[in-house]
């Protein structure tokens, strides 16, 4: 039996990836495992509760970019869109090699934020799609944690209490000029 | 002189038919024409030992007719009302029943509580609005409704004053008179000997309980429901409440058997119970007995129930079933399945979904812009579903929309981008 396919081309991290035979029917957690090797997206539940396989969707006019579970979203659905998985956060040289964490990353680790990481690559996304919506929509002081936790709550988490993670964020909102409006 | 003759005539006729229709109007007005079905068998109050025996089955009545969902407000006092009823004309709030007796109904007689559920009058000769239904309590039986009464008098009193209406002219209540005489039956309907004991029953729990018809039958010009529509679907907050007569069920794919199952559960193959139809579980029908479920289905469906009809898919364009096919796989299929066949637990299956063969799209295309919030059924919780406004276009979601109500609805694939855009502005 040979599955349906369809070419499939797509920036994946700022590169132009493609065009790929990829199955019709293939959820783009699994391209990024099978066929990219980006294995760093987690299958949890695999049925779109836990939020553990989140990438960035990004939009190329300018609005903020929208957080995406790629356990139930088909690869075919980013035909012609750029996505950022959680290997595109960090800064690398040119042999690939980490050199600086991103803000969000950095913070997760000084706040001590998970404990075995399985769904951290979640969190990342999760954080770094708020604080880029707040940077087009800055929230007042006031209304920082519950914007945190109504952007975060989806988010599933069976090792910590989610305080770390929730305080980590909140010392990048407010340590980021321009997040926070009064 | 002959002129003069007839025109003396024509001034009386006039003068005649203007005293006659004022003074009809003014005595539909104090009520000359209204019909109580409460008899004066309960004017004696009912006895402690009465209330405390009769109270258990009153809670079971009270779900059935789901008096909470109006007369409990999310998130307040239990039985102090202030649920809002927005209207063109203002707001009405659900009253207090509880038994305070200042702010309550604990001065009410028994006969006042049977004469507000089945007249439509409060104590004191206050006309309700029918948001009340009194219309459907009408056929409750006396038995019934005191069962319900003295539920409600052992409830805890609760001192919550009514929130006050906003309607401009406080006086219209009395003009229910007129809106009474055109929609209120004077009667209540006999059982049908020519149906089972079951059948009847049904019809009991669906018409005067369950009062169905408030939502499921078209109302006429006045707001009364059109008895000649029974049960026909009506729209209700922008979406439309299905067509429940036994043919519109038999076309969603309800059997008798599955239907109880349906009402108690909120889901099953044939889906999830949907916008205000997931609190009518929430609150009733989930707490119906096996032989009640059994006996609303059966009256439901029809006895005989006429046959399912085979729902056959309809004709798409290649370019709309590839393309609908494209985004089912995008953001369905993960969990709705790569054939529509659902996955237990988590999401129904769309082969069998009757959200797919109602005749407009209405409800279809609201659930794909909004999603549906989790859920918390009688058997489980449900996870949310993600609405796709944002994420995909107007033709995108009419694509898909069409690709659903085709292949498993068997509906012609008549939805236009510009439908999904009319919605969205109404929407917004
Ligand atoms: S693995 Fe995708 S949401 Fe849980
Ligand atoms: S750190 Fe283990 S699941 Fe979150």
Not at chain 2, 78 to 89: Q, S
Not at chain 2, 260 to 272: K, N, Y
Request: hydrophobic share 40%; with cysteine.
């Amino acid at each position: 039996m040979t599955l349906p396919t369809t070419p499939l081309s797509l920036v994946v991290n700022g590169r132009q990836v493609g065009p790929i035979d990829v199955p019709d029917n293939l959820m783009m957690v699994d391209f990024l495992h099978e066929y990219l090797n980006l294995t760093g997206s987690r299958l949890a539940c695999g049925q779109g509760v836990c939020w553990a396989c989140t990438v960035m969707l990004l939009d190329t006019d300018g609005a903020p970019p929208r957080e995406i579970r790629t356990c139930i979203t088909g690869a075919h659905f980013f035909a012609g869109k750029s996505v950022r998985t959680i290997e595109g956060h960090a800064e690398r040289d040119a042999d690939g090699n980490v050199t600086a964490l991103s803000l969000v990353q950095q913070a997760f680790i000084e706040h001590f934020s998970f404990q075995c990481g399985y769904c951290t690559p979640g969190f990342v996304t999760g954080a770094t799609v708020l604080i880029e919506r707040l940077k087009r929509e800055p929230v007042a002081r006031a209304d920082v944690e519950s914007t945190i936790e109504a952007a975060l709550a989806p988010h599933v988490c069976r090792c910590t209490g989610y305080v770390r993670y929730y305080e980590a964020v909140r010392s990048v909102i407010l340590d980021t000029p321009g997040l926070v409006v009064g | 002189m002959i002129i003069r003759k007839v025109w003396h005539r024509v001034v009386l006729a006039a003068v005649v038919i203007v005293v006659l229709g004022g003074g009809f109007a003014l005595a539909v007005l104090a009520g000359a024409f209204e019909k109580s079905v409460v008899s004066a068998a309960v004017d004696t109050p009912l006895s402690p030992e009465e209330i405390a025996e009769l109270a258990p089955k009153g809670r079971y009545i009270a779900a059935a007719a789901d008096c909470v969902a109006c007369h409990t407000a999310v998130g307040g006092a239990p039985w102090a009302g202030g649920r809002p009823f927005e209207m063109p004309v203002g707001t009405l709030y659900a009253t207090n029943i509880s038994p305070d007796p200042t702010y309550g109904i604990g001065s009410w007689t028994r006969a006042d509580f049977h004469r507000a559920m089945r007249d439509g009058v409060a104590k004191g000769g206050r006309h309700l609005y029918p948001a009340m239904p009194y219309v459907s309590y009408r056929q409750m039986s006396e038995a019934d409704v005191d069962a319900v009464w003295a539920y409600m008098l052992t409830r805890e009193p609760m001192a919550v004053p009514d929130r006050q209406d906003s309607l401009p002219f406080p006086y219209v209540r009395q003009f229910m008179t007129f809106w009474n005489l055109l929609n209120l039956p004077g009667n209540v309907p006999a059982p049908d000997a020519q149906k089972s004991a079951e059948w009847n029953r049904g019809r009991y729990l669906v018409d005067a309980l369950g009062h169905c018809g408030e939502c499921h039958t078209p109302r006429d010009i006045t707001m009364g429901m059109m008895p000649s529509r029974y049960l026909e679907g009506a729209v209700i907050e922008g979406v439309d409440a299905p067509d429940i007569t036994p043919e519109g069920l038999a076309r969603l794919g309800f059997a008798p058997d599955r239907l109880a199952g349906f009402m108690r559960s909120g889901m099953g193959p044939e889906g999830v119970m949907g916008f205000a139809m997931y609190d009518v579980v929430h609150h009733s029908t989930q707490y119906l007995t096996d032989d009640d479920a059994a006996a609303m289905a059966a009256y439901l469906a029809g006895e005989p129930a006429p046959a399912a009809p085979v729902v056959a898919a309809a004709d798409l364009s290649p370019e709309t079933a590839a393309n609908g096919r494209r985004l089912y796989v995008a953001v369905c299929a993960g969990c709705h399945g790569i054939e529509g066949e659902g996955t237990p637990s988590m999401a129904p299956p769309m082969t069998t979904n009757a959200e797919l063969r109602l005749p407009r799209p209405v409800n279809l295309l609201t659930v794909l812009a909004d999603g549906i919030p989790w859920r918390d059924f009688p058997h489980g919780r449900l996870q949310d579903m993600p609405g796709f406004s944002d994420l995909l276009t107007d033709g995108e979601i009419a694509d898909l929309s069409n690709y659903l109500r085709a292949t498993w609805g068997g509906r012609a694939p008549d939805v236009s981008a510009a439908d999904v855009a009319a919605l969205r502005r109404a929407r917004d």
